[in-house]
C-alpha cells in the first residue's frame, strides 16, 4: 500500500467532526459559505450541516464533501486524532533508492503530527518521508537515517478514540443514580445561565451572540457548556461554528423571568397561565376574567404599556362576524382601532 493509499484509507475513517474541522482549517469563516455553494443549498441550512450536531440524514453528506475536496486535511485530523501506537505489520524498505526487502515492523510507537502538519500545509511528499521516519525509528531508534519505507504491505492501523472499547456494563448503583441526577441539575442550570445570558447579549430579537461571550458569561467550564449546546442543538437552537441563536420555538417555550410590576406583571402573569407557550392569541375577553379584581381603566393602561413597551401585541379580531357583546365590550382602542386580542411576545 502507497503512502497516498494511506491517506485515502484514513481519510475514509473519518467522522463528522474531522470533516468539519478540515472544512475550517482550510476555508476559516468562509467555511459555511464554501459548504453552501458546494452542495448547494441555503446558507442556513449550511449552517445546521456544520454545527455540534448536524441533521442525522446530511451527517454522511458532510463527509462527502470534506472526503471529495479535501482529503488530506481530513486524514490530517484522523492522525492527530490517533494514539501514540500504530500497527505496521509488514513493510517494503530501500536504502538510497535500492529496494531492501521486507521488514516486519509490528506494533510500534510514532509521532504522528508532523506527517499531520505536513498534510495540511500540502507538503505530501514531506509527510511521506514524516511517516516512514517515525515507522523506522519505531522499528529501530537510528534506521530512519538508512532506511526509508516504499511499500505498507499490511496497510496502518490507527487507534483512534472510536475505536477503544467501550467499559463492561455494570449494575446501576445509587451512587451512579445520585451522580446522574447531579449532572442532569448540574445541566439545567447551565441552560438556564446561557439562555439568561444571551438575552442580556443579543442585539435584537432572535439575533447570533458569539459562543465566546456566552462562555466568558456563564459560571461554567467549557465541557459543561458544550455538553449543553450539544444537546440543544436542532431543538430550535442553532449553534454555528462560533455564535449561537435560540429561535423564536424555544424562547416561546423557555419564557423569561417576568419583570414587569404592579398590574403589567399580573397581566403577564394571568397570560402565561391562559396561554403557557407565549405568542398565542388570548382574547381579552377571557384576559379580563382572569383579573376580576383590577379596575378597568388600570387594565387598560397596563395593555397600552405593555404593547408600547414591545412585551406584547394587541389586534383585531379578523371575522368580526364571530365576536360575541361580551368580545366587543372588551376591546381595547388604540389609535383609533378596536382590538380584541393579546399575545405576549416571546423574549
Known amino acids: 500500500m502507497t503512502f497516498a493509499e494511506i491517506v485515502r484509507?484514513?481519510?475514509?475513517r473519518a467522522g463528522v467532526p474531522d470533516a468539519q474541522a478540515a472544512i475550517r482549517a482550510?476555508?476559516?469563516?468562509?467555511?459555511?459559505?464554501?459548504?453552501?455553494?458546494?452542495?448547494?443549498?441555503?446558507?442556513?441550512?449550511?449552517?445546521?450541516?456544520?454545527?455540534?450536531?448536524?441533521?442525522?440524514?446530511?451527517?454522511?453528506?458532510?463527509?462527502?464533501?470534506?472526503?471529495?475536496?479535501?482529503?488530506?486535511?481530513?486524514a490530517a485530523g484522523v492522525l492527530r486524532g490517533a494514539g501514540?501506537?500504530?500497527?505496521?505489520?509488514?513493510?517494503?524498505?530501500?536504502?538510497?533508492?535500492?529496494?531492501?526487502?521486507?521488514?516486519?515492523v509490528g506494533e510500534v510507537d510514532v509521532d504522528l503530527v508532523p506527517v499531520a502538519?505536513?498534510?495540511?500545509?500540502?507538503?505530501?511528499?514531506?509527510?511521506?518521508?514524516?511517516l516512514s521516519d517515525t515507522v523506522m525509528e519505531g522499528y529501530e531508534p537510528g534506521l530512519s537515517d538508512t532506511l526509508q519505507v516504499t511499500d505498507y504491505v499490511d496497510g496502518l492501523t490507527v487507534t483512534t478514540p472510536a475505536d477503544e472499547p467501550a467499559p463492561p456494563a455494570g449494575r446501576s448503583t445509587a451512587a451512579a443514580r445520585g451522580a446522574a441526577a447531579r449532572s442532569a441539575q448540574r445541566a439545567a442550570v447551565v441552560e438556564?445561565?446561557?439562555?439568561?445570558?444571551?438575552?442580556?447579549?443579543?442585539?435584537?430579537?432572535?439575533?447570533?451572540?458569539?459562543?465566546?461571550?456566552?462562555?466568558?458569561?456563564?459560571?461554567?467550564?467549557?465541557?459543561?457548556?458544550?455538553?449543553?449546546?450539544?444537546r440543544l442543538d436542532g431543538d430550535d437552537v442553532t449553534v454555528e461554528e462560533n455564535a449561537l441563536v435560540?429561535?423564536?420555538?424555544?424562547?416561546?417555550?423557555?419564557?423569561?423571568?417576568?419583570?414587569?410590576?404592579?398590574?403589567?406583571?399580573?397581566?403577564?402573569?394571568?397570560?402565561?397561565?391562559l396561554r403557557p407557550v407565549e405568542?398565542?392569541?388570548?382574547?381579552?375577553?377571557?384576559?379580563?376574567?382572569?383579573?376580576?379584581?383590577?379596575?378597568?381603566?388600570?387594565?387598560?393602561a397596563a395593555l397600552r404599556r405593555l404593547e408600547s413597551t414591545g412585551r406584547s401585541t394587541l389586534a383585531p379580531e379578523a371575522n368580526q362576524r364571530a365576536l360575541t357583546a361580551a368580545d366587543r365590550a372588551a376591546a381595547l382602542t388604540v389609535g383609533g382601532e378596536a382590538n380584541h386580542l393579546f399575545a405576549l411576545n416571546p423574549v
Do not use: C, K
Open 9 to 12: 484509507t484514513l481519510a475514509r
Open 26 to 74: 482550510v476555508h476559516g469563516a468562509g467555511a459555511t459559505r464554501w459548504v453552501a455553494e458546494q452542495a448547494g443549498i441555503a446558507a442556513r441550512t449550511a449552517r445546521r450541516w456544520m454545527s455540534v450536531t448536524p441533521p442525522a440524514a446530511r451527517r454522511q453528506a458532510v463527509v462527502d464533501l470534506a472526503l471529495r475536496w479535501l482529503p488530506n486535511h481530513v
Open 84 to 104: 501514540g501506537t500504530v500497527e505496521v505489520g509488514t513493510v517494503r524498505v530501500a536504502y538510497d533508492g535500492a529496494d531492501q526487502g521486507l521488514r516486519t
Open 117 to 130: 502538519d505536513a498534510l495540511e500545509s500540502g507538503d505530501v511528499e514531506h509527510a511521506e518521508q514524516a
Open 192 to 230: 438556564t445561565d446561557l439562555l439568561a445570558a444571551y438575552r442580556r447579549l443579543r442585539r435584537s430579537p432572535h439575533a447570533e451572540v458569539l459562543l465566546t461571550d456566552l462562555r466568558a458569561a456563564v459560571a461554567a467550564t467549557r465541557e459543561e457548556v458544550d455538553a449543553v449546546l450539544a
Open 246 to 273: 435560540f429561535e423564536r420555538g424555544y424562547l416561546a417555550r423557555h419564557p423569561a423571568p417576568v419583570t414587569e410590576t404592579g398590574v403589567p406583571g399580573r397581566v403577564v402573569e394571568a397570560a402565561r397561565r
Open 279 to 300: 405568542g398565542e392569541w388570548i382574547s381579552l375577553t377571557e384576559l379580563r376574567d382572569a383579573l376580576p379584581d383590577v379596575p378597568r381603566a388600570e387594565l387598560d
